[in-house]
């Protein structure tokens, strides 16, 4: 099931960013390798990253779904902007995406995913925000409910959570 | 034809039909029902192994592996911050340890959550290790916890160190322990998986197997069922062929008493003949004896022949009854004159008797019913040795005011048992075999008898008792006359030869009938001819006056059919209307019809009595005594000139009409009449009763027209008898026309009518 939502409050951001906004609180996360729309500030990040703090994320148009994971007892409510939206406005250009979690875990998914299956970068979690401990701050999840396919280890795998930054590639 | 033969399609038939089919039945219904439960429980092995793989990768027990790795590994990467941090000279990076904690917390919780918790709970070990992680988590959450509550320093650090240290073994026993306990349940999953694999193979062969069953029963009964239906249709076509064979050969046989008949009663009419004139002849006494014999033979044979032709014809459906009106005691005083004889030839008493109730005239046809009561009456003369023979009439009330006359003949007779009574009236049974030969006679009369009661609405019963005689009941329906029909005008021609010496000319092929019918005729004193086939004949009536022809039917060349036609074609009218009598040896009443309609006068059945003969003659030739008679022209016919011209009618036209005009009319319809007359012929001659209607009609009217009534009267006869009168009498009715045709001319002069050449152009001309 899943549910789409238009955030109002991300009016102004909608659409394809031609130009990345300069993230003004911490950086959560980074789109790199690949990606035109750069607005990388400091030196210490790499030079072609499109870096995202959490109100620009809350700005791209936001989707909701429940769906039951391998991780909860229940079926938990995830909400965020699309994947596909995220790599849009970064100006991303590749064929795989190397999503990599605080932990310095990594996997390594087909772009083509972001259009097939509508993975979301989860910020809320029931409708509140995810500290590290509770797998946050950002979570790319699956609605694993809404289609069968996706209930595998395959893409249970793919759910990276606690994620940093994605590689383009 | 043999119908329990062995090699006859019945004999075929798989005699384990019936008993084979139930039994099959029940052993495709149980095959099936194994298949089916063969099929369950193979989807059920499925299903368990579906379950199976469900739990695996929803449960994600190799995913707990990594989580419990995971956790091992943050908690060493944690423990080496926590250590860079206690080492002096460097500040403490408190987001660094802050990160690190934090992930390995939710390491911790992940270990608590969801499936990862299920698997842990059933381990009492692993909860120990779990709840240690957690009341460190608790302790050091009052310095990194959310919000925080104490500021963390140095001396926190230190103090949460060892801590935080002793966490390290059983977290890496966790991990060992639950990288062992996966392995087993991914082997134990494998055993599971590997016994349904057995399982499904073995049940696999197995529905393999009874599927090759189940088709080879059904595979089985089709072909028996095909090989049931091959049988059928065989022997449906082979008893189709009987059927027809049957058909054909009851229609040969049919053809074959026909013309057995003919071919022996042809023959057989010239030994009865030449039989009866030599009894005619001076004989010794033991000649005359010996001819007695003879003769009986032959009656005797010539009963047998009837009987196979009435049994040809009863079978032929072509017996056909011709019922008149009949005085019935005066048949059953025929009857006793006839059958007394015999009786008395055997010292037996004969009784014939009628209830008062019987009447005195009905509807039947005498010939057969005589034929059924002599057939009855002479069985139980010639089985009874004494006592006496009754033949009693009754009627019987059938109900509905319909009833039935019973002729019932009853016998002192030896009778019969039940045995013989059922073969009673089957063919050529007589009784039993000792009787049959005992009595002889050819065994066809009871069969008969019984048809042709049957052919009349009623039947034939019987009654009897070994040596207490036997009583046959024959029942026919009554057709009653209320009044006794007027007696024909005409006397029933009595006997004598006729006065006058006929000239007869006899066409006929076979010289034995010649010289039969030349001793015949010479015995009823007229001159006879002779022609041995049709076109003779012809040729001879043209040559000579005759005044009767006896016609042979079956003659080479030309038959008796076309002869006739031809002489009744000829231009002479002597000669076309001289008067002709079949003879054939045909019994069969559509050969008389044909005979007559071709224009014959009568019908003579071989062999041809001298009785018979004298009779046919004196229909012909009127009551004896009467010259006029002799002459067949004069019979009855008004004055050939008498009312040629109405003078009445002719004033009354002249009125009108012009007399030259008038005269030129009469003229050229006396000249149209010549036209008429030949028309008339050839309709004659072709058998064409419409025509000569249309044709006598016509000129009926234009003689009435012109007031010439002797004409009109008769092509009014001619109009009326075109359908019904005989050949001959139509050509006289022509011949009559022609002459008054003449006649009328030489009228019409006298009466002013006559007219010249000029005059009639004229007239035509305007």
Redesign the interface.
Known sequence: MVLRLTCALAAVGAGPVAALDRPGGPVVLSIMGRVRSTNAAKAANAANAADFDMPMLERLPQTSFSTR?????QARKFTGPLLRDVLTSAGAQGTMLRARA??D?WVDLPMDDAQRFDPVIARLLDDKPM?????GPLFLIYPFDARTEL???TY?SRSAW?LRTIEVR | MAVADDRSPLARLPAGGARGGPWRGSWLGALALLLTLGLLVAAGVQIRQFALLTQA??G?D??VVLTIY?AE??HL?LSEQWSRALSAGEPIDRATLQ?RY??W???V??LT???T?RLIDSRPGWIQTVQQMEAFVARADRWLG?PAGARLDLAALRDLQPGLLALGPPIHGLSLAAAHDVSEQFAERNRVVRRHNQIGIALTILLAGMTLAFAAIVFGQMRQLHARRQTLEDLAASLYDARREAEIASQAKSAFLANMSHEIRTPFHGLLGMLSLLRETSLAPRQLDYLRTATESADHLLAILNDILDISQLESGRMVLAPVPIDLREMLRTVDALMRPQATAKSLALHVDAEPQVPEWLVADPTRVKQVLFNLLSNAIKFSDRGAVVLDVRVREHGEGRRALGFIVTDTGIGMDEATLARLFRRFSQGDETRSRRFGGAGLGLEISRNLARLMGGDISVRSEPGHGSSFSFQMPIHELPVPPVPAGGAAPTAGPLPTRLRVLVAEDHPVNRQYMAALLGTLAHDAWFASDGHEAVQAVRDRRFDVVLMDMHMPQLDGLGATRAIRALPDPAAATVPIVALTADAFPETRERCLLTGMNDFLTKPVSPEQLATALRRLFGPPGSAAAAAPQSAAAPPLHDGLIDPVALQRTLTAVPRAQLAAMVHSYLQQGVETVQHLRAAVRDGRPLDLRVHAHATRGAALNLGLPALAATAEALHEGAAHLPAHEIARLVQRFEQQLGATGVAAHEHGLSIDVEAAATSEGR
């Open positions: 994971t391998p991780w909860y007892a605080l932990n875990y500290a590290v401990r509770d797998k209930r595998s280890a249970f606690q | 990768v929803r994600g190799d995913y995971q590994a943050e990467r990160l934090d992930v917390v939710s390491r919780g992940l959550e969801g499936g918790r959310e």
